[in-house]
């Protein structure tokens, strides 16, 4: 999470959207810079809402913007699924090392996930809070020139994106009926996929 005092701006980390990539480039400019623990770096709107807004409010800024990225929910799986193939989590209950994309993404289906497919959800994420706390500004991952140019525009700077936290190559063809499967379980986070700019 970065924090924009000034500008009145909070970036939400939502993971595997570039979100070390931007906080590369931006942490250097922004007022605060959570980046541990991982809940607090990648707090979702719930947190935000609970800690970080009231905080925010008792020291004079009535209304804080905050700005998320969703990507498309089959990518997002995919660099979930690549990310755990990395040789460190190797014997660890959240490895994906020698499955299939599918038999990861048939796991995610699931009403009880295994660890290795738990990894949350984009739409629980970002979901609006009964107070009415919800993300300002909400971007598709794939329209990276209209994020950067958002933000260049609002925090008066320009930004030159490092290649950050890239996970290895692996192959992410999803069976028809399993994307049918992913789609039918997970309508929340398809359309708020497609709610964003």
Known sequence: MLVFWKQRLVVLAVPKTGTSAFARALA?????????PP???HAPLYRYN????????K?????????AVLREPVSWLGSWYRYRQR???????????SMSFDAFVEAYTRGDRPPFAN?????KFIEPRPNGTAVTHLYKYENQAGLIGF????????????????????????????????RRKCTADFAAWDSAL
């Open 28 to 36: 250097p400019h922004a007022s605060m810079s959570v980046q541990d």
């Open 39 to 41: 809940e607090l770096k």
């Open 119 to 123: 990894v949350g959800s984009q739409a």
């Open 87 to 97: 040789p460190f989590l190797d014997g660890k209950p959240v490895s994906t090392k």
């Open 59 to 67: 020291m004079g800024a009535d209304h804080m913007e905050t700005v």
């Open 151 to 182: 933000l260049e525009d609002r925090l008066g700077l320009s930004i030159d994106l490092p290649r950050e936290n890239v996970s290895p190559r692996r192959d992410l063809a999803l069976s028809a009926d399993l994307e049918a499967k992913l």
């Open 50 to 57: 609970r800690f970080f807004r009231p905080m925010f409010e």
